[in-house]
C-alpha cells in the first residue's frame, strides 16, 4: 500500500532530496486519474509549484484538462511527445502525467531526468492493455519508480474485484480510445470467459 510521504514545501526539505518517482496503475475505472488529482490537489495546497501534462491525443473528456469518470478535473497541458515535457516542467517541484501509456517510450527517460532534478514525478496509467498484456511503457516506468500504487475497479459483470480492461467490440487496434461504451472492468475469470466468447464469435 502506497502512504504518502511527508511532503515538505520543496524537494529538498524531504528525506528523498534526489527526488522520485511515483506510478498509479490499474485497469480503466480503478480511480487513478482520481488518484493522481488528489495527490496533486494536495501539492498545490501546500504551495508546491505543480505541472500537470496529458497527451495530447486523449480528448475524450475535454482537450486540455485532465478530467477523471467522477468528473473531476484539473488544469493540465495537452503535449504530443514525452520530452516536451522536460522544457515545459523546468520551473515545478510536482510533475504530475495523465494516461502515461499513451506517451511514447521516451517517457520513461524524462520521468528519470525529472526525478534526478529533485522534482516529485506522478504518473497515472492503465498497467495492461484490452488483450490483459503489459502496456508499455507502464511497466518499465513501474520498474524504475519509487513508489508504485495499483489501484482496482469493480467487476461490471460480477461485481468481484477488477484489474482487466475488457474491450466490448471486435477491433484489434491497441489503442481506442473509449469509456463505458467501449470498455468494462472485468476480474481475471470474467476477463477469459469474454475473450473465449469473442474467440467463438469470430472463428
Not at 517541484?93 to 532534478?117: C, M, S
Request: net charge neutral.
Amino acid at each position: 500500500m502506497f502512504v504518502e510521504p511527508n511532503f515538505g514545501k520543496s524537494p529538498s526539505e524531504t528525506p528523498l532530496a534526489s527526488g522520485w518517482v511515483e506510478v498509479i496503475c490499474g485497469s480503466m475505472f480503478s480511480g487513478k486519474t482520481e488518484e493522481l488529482i488528489r495527490r496533486l490537489t494536495r501539492a498545490s495546497i501546500a504551495k508546491q509549484r505543480v505541472e500537470i501534462f496529458k497527451p495530447a491525443v486523449d480528448t475524450r473528456y475535454d482537450k486540455s484538462d485532465i478530467v477523471s469518470h467522477n468528473n473531476n478535473s484539473i488544469r493540465s497541458t495537452p503535449v504530443g511527445f514525452a520530452q516536451d515535457i522536460l522544457l515545459l516542467a523546468e520551473n515545478s517541484e510536482v510533475i504530475g502525467i495523465d494516461e502515461a501509456q499513451f506517451f511514447d517510450d521516451q517517457i520513461v527517460d524524462v520521468a528519470v531526468k525529472l526525478a534526478n532534478k529533485g522534482k516529485r514525478v506522478i504518473l497515472a496509467g492503465l498497467d495492461m492493455d484490452f488483450q490483459g498484456k503489459p502496456f508499455e511503457p507502464m511497466p518499465s516506468l513501474m520498474a524504475i519508480a519509487e513508489f508504485v500504487t495499483k489501484v482496482h475497479a469493480v467487476c461490471m459483470s460480477c461485481g468481484a474485484v477488477a484489474n482487466y480492461s475488457f474491450r466490448l467490440h471486435d477491433s484489434d487496434k491497441k489503442v481506442v480510445l473509449g469509456e463505458k461504451d467501449a470498455y468494462e472492468a472485468r476480474c481475471r475469470k470474467c476477463f477469459v470467459k469474454g475473450q473465449k466468447m469473442k474467440e467463438c464469435t469470430t472463428a
